[in-house]
């Protein structure tokens, strides 16, 4: 799933290649990622790309007039930049990956692409970025947050740290990959209630959340928006590493079931050596 720094660099990737060029056309292929119907797709047409920006996980793409197409990638969107595409034939609604299409005036464009059956992704057109509901509930954002507002926001939510650092409302661009990157950092159990935090392990949160992200922006700039994902596996610690070990302890990198998906972490780095009990396998074994 894409989180802040994939986002982050997509938004870079059109902001050096699509600002400037006007559309051509935006072709929707799957009519419910579209979630907006008023303005109509059409009203893109022969206006220009002025900027592309992040709001936590939603990228939004700027055309002049104040016109933005927000997007929400969901676990399995990405946007794929194409220098060309292979015929001018409009694409077949509810046929394959392809979630919507916006073609530039120079012959390139980017397509917005779900895998799998499970359609997630979403993409709005609107006139304020704020009519999004996901965005207009957006904490600060977890990149920019100073300690203070990092404290203050984690507390203000009580909690296992892990959900917390995950809330959008809390503080937003954190998921489920980087959130457990950051809680490997700075040594920190997942299952750790966010109001008994003392102000040292929030400081040393505060720190590892600016740099898991900031490391993850720097090594995803300049990437071409097809390889991105492929250099956010390879920058990560434990996150999807089960059974591997640990590149800081050697430990083995373990896995426990948490909300609708699972979480990763280092017994040695952060739970002082034990195992965290899978509450849903233990709740079945009851
Ligand atoms: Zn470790």
Request: with cysteine; net charge positive.
């Amino acid at each position: 799933m894409p989180e802040l720094p994939e986002v982050e660099a997509l938004a870079g990737y059109l902001r050096e290649r699509a600002v400037g060029r006007r559309v051509d056309r935006v072709e929707v292929a799957a009519i419910n990622a579209l979630k907006t119907y008023d303005p109509a797709p059409t009203a893109v047409s022969g206006r220009a790309v002025v900027d592309a920006r992040r709001h936590g996980k939603f990228l939004d793409v700027i055309f002049d007039g104040d016109l933005h197409l927000v997007v929400h990638l969901a676990r399995a969107g990405w946007l794929h930049y194409r220098e060309a595409f292979p015929a001018t034939t409009p694409l077949r609604p509810g046929k394959g990956p392809i979630a919507l299409r916006v073609r530039l005036d120079d012959g390139s464009g980017f397509d917005l692409t779900e895998a799998g059956t499970q359609k997630k992704l979403a993409a709005y057109l609107v006139t304020d970025p704020a009519q999004v509901p996901g965005v207009a509930k957006l904490g600060p954002d977890a990149l920019d947050a100073d300690l203070a507002t990092f404290a203050e926001r984690l507390r203000s939510r009580r909690g296992q740290v892990k959900g917390v650092l995950t809330d959008q409302a809390v503080l937003c661009g954190v998921g489920n990959a980087y959130s457990d990157e950051i809680l490997h950092a700075a040594k920190l159990s997942p299952f750790a209630i966010t109001d008994r935090l003392t102000d040292d392990q929030l400081a040393t949160l505060h720190a590892a959340t600016r740099t898991v992200l900031g490391d993850a922006v720097r090594r995803s700039a300049g990437h071409r928006a097809a390889e991105l994902k492929g250099e956010k596996r390879s920058g990560l610690k434990v996150h999807a590493r089960t059974g591997l070990p640990c590149p800081v302890c050697g430990d083995t990198v373990r896995e426990v079931s948490f909300a609708d998906s699972s979480l990763q972490y280092c017994p040695t780095c952060q739970t002082g050596g034990k195992p965290l009990a899978d509450r849903r396998l233990s709740r079945l074994v009851r």
